[in-house]
């Protein structure tokens, strides 16, 4: 008599191997959440009936992101301004696409700074020496003082090309940091492009 739920926080078309054809069309699921409306189609594209997806947005403890929010005050004046990516490597997160459109925008403004935070950061290195701009580039690696590093940042990118949800978008915003990301997945339902930030085609 246990209700069955399934939470899925990743977007993607659903394999067709039989476990999976139990685990996403089975009868005997009760529910299906999804973390956003793009992982909510991807469950109805699947053969999942709509009634059984309820999109249930992941949640933020707000206060966490206070002292950020209180320290942009002084952030927005201090120079250069920084570019960050907060994401642990994955060829989904667009890593490349970030240090290649940083390689781009120093031609125009050689006083930016880029930084990365997340795990197995360090692969990106040789990219950022190829694109010549590694002395431009901070690579953190995973960190615990997120909220600091948000702290001194002003503007945040999120490059995905693909997304279920992006909770350090919603952080940085949480922290009153623009975002820039890409239209893939669940970004846009976060970002309304022009007025809460910009939405730029993936790649």
């Keep these: 008599g246990v209700p069955r739920v399934v939470t899925l926080n990743v977007a993607f078309h659903l394999p067709s191997n039989p476990f999976n054809a139990w685990k996403y069309r089975s009868s005997r699921i009760t529910r299906y959440v999804a973390v956003s409306p793009a ?34 005050a002084s952030v927005k ?6 570019v960050s990516m907060v994401a642990h490597y994955s060829k989904f997160k667009g890593h490349e696409v970030f240090l290649e459109g940083a390689a781009r925008a120093l031609k125009q403004r050689p006083d930016l700074r880029f930084r990365m935070v ?39 990118v999120v490059p995905s090309l693909s997304e279920s949800f992006s909770l350090s978008c919603v952080e940085a915003q949480a922290a009153g940091i623009p975002v820039a990301a890409s239209n893939v997945g669940g970004l846009p339902s976060i970002i309304e492009d022009g007025r809460s930030g910009l939405i730029f085609p993936p790649g």
């Design 39 to 72: 992982v909510s189609e991807e469950l109805e594209a699947g053969g999942v009936e709509a009634a059984r997806i309820t999109v249930i947005p992941p949640g933020l403890e707000v206060a966490t992101w206070e002292p950020a929010l209180r320290a942009r």
């Design 77 to 82: 004046e201090k120079r250069p301004i920084v």
């Design 118 to 156: 997340g795990r197995d950061g360090e692969k990106l290195r040789p990219l950022a020496v190829r694109l010549g701009i590694a002395d431009k580039v901070d690579i953190l690696g995973e960190r615990r003082d997120v909220v600091e590093q948000l702290a001194s940042t002003h503007i945040l």
